[in-house]
């Protein structure tokens, strides 16, 4: 399994097997529209390839803040449990390596193995967010310190 950042990210050949695990594994996948409206400057896009794109992950960065939001991780059914923690380490190395210090995410309350993921990956929760998705459920508001 190769890891790697992709810059820029519009213009990556494969950007349709992204979208496509996004529109799969994501509850509240982006439109064509919203992944087109990406300022590059201002996101950082990873994936894990064996072959097809098996495992991505998009950060709106704020460099003024020292900050990279994790707006999606989507990791294949096949390679859950197998390449996620690897994946994520190689996230964290290159957004330090961008001089960031810190990740922030939200998460829902009802999605019960990404919490526990992102515990086990050493985010401390800071807040809960009230009808924060549409069906009325709440965030959970976690950050990590690189
Ligand atoms: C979130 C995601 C990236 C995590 O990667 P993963 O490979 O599934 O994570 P891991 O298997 O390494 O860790 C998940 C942990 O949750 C546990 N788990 C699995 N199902 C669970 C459940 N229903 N309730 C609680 N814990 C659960 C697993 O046992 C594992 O813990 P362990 O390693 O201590 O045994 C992946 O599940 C995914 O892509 N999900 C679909 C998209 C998504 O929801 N993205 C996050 C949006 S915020």
Partial sequence: MNFERIDP??????LSQVIALDHNFMTYPW??????????????????????????????????????HLLKIVVAPTQQGVVSSSFFAMQK?????????????EVSEKNLRAQQFYKKMGFELLRVAKNYYTDGSQALMMQLHL
Wanted: charged share 20%.
């Fill in 9 to 14: 990210i519009l213009s990556f050949k494969e």
């Fill in 93 to 105: 190395n290159s957004l330090s390596s961008l001089g960031l210090s810190r990740i922030y995410l």
């Fill in 31 to 68: 439109s064509e529209k919203q992944w087109k409206s990406i300022e590059e400057k201002n996101y950082a896009l990873y994936i894990a390839k064996s072959g097809p794109i098996l495992a991505f992950a998009l950060y709106q960065l704020s460099p003024a803040e020292s900050l990279a």
